[in-house]
DNA sequence: AGTTTGACTGGAG
DNA sequence: CCTCCAGCCAAAC
């Protein structure tokens, strides 16, 4: 993931430290959103966006979970676009989602009536 | 300090 | 189906 904790270090003791509290929070809270994804679900960059308190920042999303790479505990492959689409030069994404049961036809979109995930609901 | 850049979104052609 | 666009907002130039 992004090392906001160095940013932190760093920062620690300017008037900076504000701002770079909130994002690191976002950052947690995202992390800790897309973990309680369950595998054959998926969820939106607006719907984590919005879960995590800040419903106008998907792209900031987008973002920590590129940062955050696919190598991580992180489930990011089951965020995918508000359309359905997986990202766009993730080309595994697809796999991993149908590797997990979730169907994507030939259109390359996920059924989101059907698989979107649904927190309120689910738990 | 101003501009560009996105793993975004919803709507309009 | 596609592309384009305005709105969005933190980060990166």
Not at 62 to 86: E, F, T, W, Y
Request: charge should be positive; charged fraction near 20%; proline fraction near 5%.
């Amino acid at each position: 993931m992004i090392n906001f904790n160095l940013i932190l270090l760093i920062v620690v003791g300017t008037d900076m430290h504000k701002i770079k509290l909130d994002i690191l929070q976002f950052t947690r809270s995202v992390q800790e959103i897309v973990s309680a994804v369950p595998s054959g679900k998926v969820t939106t960059y607006g719907d984590v966006a919005a879960l995590a308190g800040f419903p106008s920042h998907a792209r900031l999303v987008g973002k920590i979970l590129g940062c955050i790479g696919m190598d991580s505990d992180i489930p990011c492959h089951r965020v995918v676009n508000a359309q359905g689409r997986p990202a766009p030069h993730w080309l595994n994404q697809a796999d991993l989602l149908r590797r997990e049961g979730v169907a994507i036809g030939n259109s390359g979109r996920v059924d989101m009536s059907k698989y979107r995930w649904q927190p309120l609901s689910a738990e």
